[in-house]
């Protein structure tokens, strides 16, 4: 029936359908094999895991080879994920492999950078240390520079994010708790090629105390500082100039106890969630000129302060935020932007079921808002969520050896919806004493943890599902029936 259709009817088809279907189309015969062989097939698949690229790229120019080189490193992945297997078939199954590394020092935080090649580890003193994932040498390291950052001066580090700029560019924001009683954030450049490095860029904090979240995304610093109840500043720090600065004054806002979450979905628009739930925040203007007053050496400026409003789309009942995914919204070429994942918890309590989805609009207008939806996961109750991602999370059970691993193909369901179409779930048992610690969902990869005992040092873990055949793999599916 397919075979006799036209070639332009045929292309037509092949946007509805899934990288699974388009390769079991290639294999039925010729005729199909080569009607999949136009460009336009590829394009549209890849728009469709285009946020689960290594970076939100700009498909446009990139040829046929390009895109299904892409497409197929993530579909292998995603079979790998969801169901341990590839899709060539050349393997009857995945064996997830357990690569393990001695480490020493404390860790605070470890993330994988974009791609999944190379992991970032930040020591509870500050210390910074950039190294590849494939054998765990280092890259690039940052221990102290004088009179610029001293680790040394602070009483540990209270919290650290890790975003995209507008180019493509890594950046880590770490927060300081100092000794004046005042938290101060640094902020890092990460690179990983021509050479790897590790450059320190500016320095920020309020004067009015405590900083509750600082979070790096598209062109800005924000970061969030509780004030008196049912108030807070929420500081816009550019990236380019950090002498160019808005500091909001929100009202009926709480951060007393639950964290502090803010991404931007467009240059003037921001995702805001509190104790109370998630709202939008309008975001004034960035001033054109920076700001004639120097930024002294604590990082500190007097800055004027705006009254904003936020307008409120989910209201918490008996639950909190817990984590959400990371994603950049502003200025992306992607046609499809990834929805956000906010997992919440029960407070005082185990975590919740319910997961929210913020989708963002497909209109880039100002104007348009994001959707809110709700989707509730009943058999992962008990399970604490480690990470979440645009298309796979990974939850610890409460037995802290067993992993789950979640996958989804669209989360924007009808709200109070239960176990939606294309989530699935499979297990994994951890090497022992591991604690995960990150999961990067491009290369399917997971870093944990394991404290030293008296017999065993401690060492980092690194699971890898498709090791065997790279990011660039399952180029055999692709070949002629």
């Known amino acids: 029936m397919l075979v006799t259709l036209p070639r332009d009817i045929l292309l037509y088809v092949f946007r509805y359908?899934?990288?699974?279907d388009i390769i079991s189309v290639r294999q039925t015969c010729s005729t199909l094999y080569l009607a999949t062989e136009h460009r336009s097939v590829w394009l549209y698949a890849a728009q469709d895991i285009n946020y689960a690229l290594p970076q939100l790229l700009d498909l446009a120019p990139m040829s046929k080879l390009e895109l299904m080189k892409h497409v197929m490193r993530e579909a292998n992945v995603d079979s790998a994920w969801r169901y341990g297997t590839l899709l060539s078939g050349e393997h009857e199954a995945v064996t997830p492999i357990n690569r393990t590394y001695p480490h020493e020092g404390h860790i605070f935080r470890v993330q994988f950078l974009?791609?999944?090649e190379w992991i970032v580890v930040v020591s509870r003193r500050g210390e910074i240390t950039l190294r590849r994932v494939n054998d765990w040498s280092v890259g690039a390291s940052l221990v102290s520079q004088p009179e610029i950052w001293r680790p040394s001066q602070a009483w540990g580090v209270?919290?650290?994010?890790?975003?995209?700029s507008t180019k493509q560019e890594s950046i880590l924001a770490i927060t300081f708790i100092m000794e004046q009683g005042r938290d101060v954030i640094h902020v890092f450049r990460l690179k990983t090629s021509p050479t790897p490095s590790v450059d320190y860029m500016f320095k920020a904090a309020s004067r009015h105390g405590h900083v509750r979240s600082a979070y790096v995304g598209g062109p800005f610093l924000t970061f969030v500082v509780p004030m008196v109840?049912?108030?807070?500043?929420?500081h816009v720090v550019s990236l380019e100039d950090p002498k160019k600065q808005i500091v909001m004054q929100l009202q009926d806002v709480s951060f007393l106890h639950g964290v502090a979450i803010t991404r931007f979905f467009s240059k003037s628009r921001l995702i805001l969630v509190d104790e109370k739930g998630i709202s939008i925040v309008n975001v004034p203007p960035m001033p054109l000129q920076p700001s004639s007053i120097t930024i002294g050496v604590d990082g500190i400026s007097a800055v004027d302060i705006t009254d904003v409003e936020h307008t409120r789309i989910h209201l918490f009942n008996g639950e909190q935020a817990s984590i959400m995914s990371d994603c950049l919204w502003w200025h992306s070429p992607a046609e499809t932007l990834p929805p956000l994942i906010l997992r919440t918890r029960r407070k005082w309590s185990s975590e919740s079921?319910?997961?929210?989805?913020?989708?963002p609009p497909r209109n880039r207008s100002e104007s348009a808002l994001p959707t809110h939806n709700i989707i509730k996961l009943p058999t992962l109750c008990n399970s604490t969520f480690v990470q979440s991602g645009s298309l796979r999370s990974i939850a610890l059970e409460n037995d802290e050896h067993t992993l789950h691993l979640l996958s989804y193909d669209e989360l924007d369901v009808s709200r109070d919806a239960c176990w939606p179409p294309g989530v699935q779930i499979r297990s994994i048992v951890l090497p022992?004493?591991?604690?995960?610690?990150?999961?990067d969902e491009i290369s399917g990869r997971i870093c944990s943890f394991a404290r030293a005992t008296e017999l065993d040092p401690a060492c980092v873990t690194i699971t890898d599902f498709v090791a065997s055949i790279g990011l660039n793999g399952g180029q055999g599916v692709c070949r002629s029936p």
């Open 114 to 116: 974009s791609g999944g």
């Open 17 to 20: 359908l899934k990288v699974r």
């Open 229 to 234: 109840s049912n108030m807070a500043k929420i």
């Open 432 to 439: 022992d004493r591991s604690v995960p610690l990150a999961f």
């Open 158 to 164: 209270k919290g650290c994010h890790i975003g995209l």
């Open 353 to 359: 079921p319910y997961v929210h989805i913020i989708t």
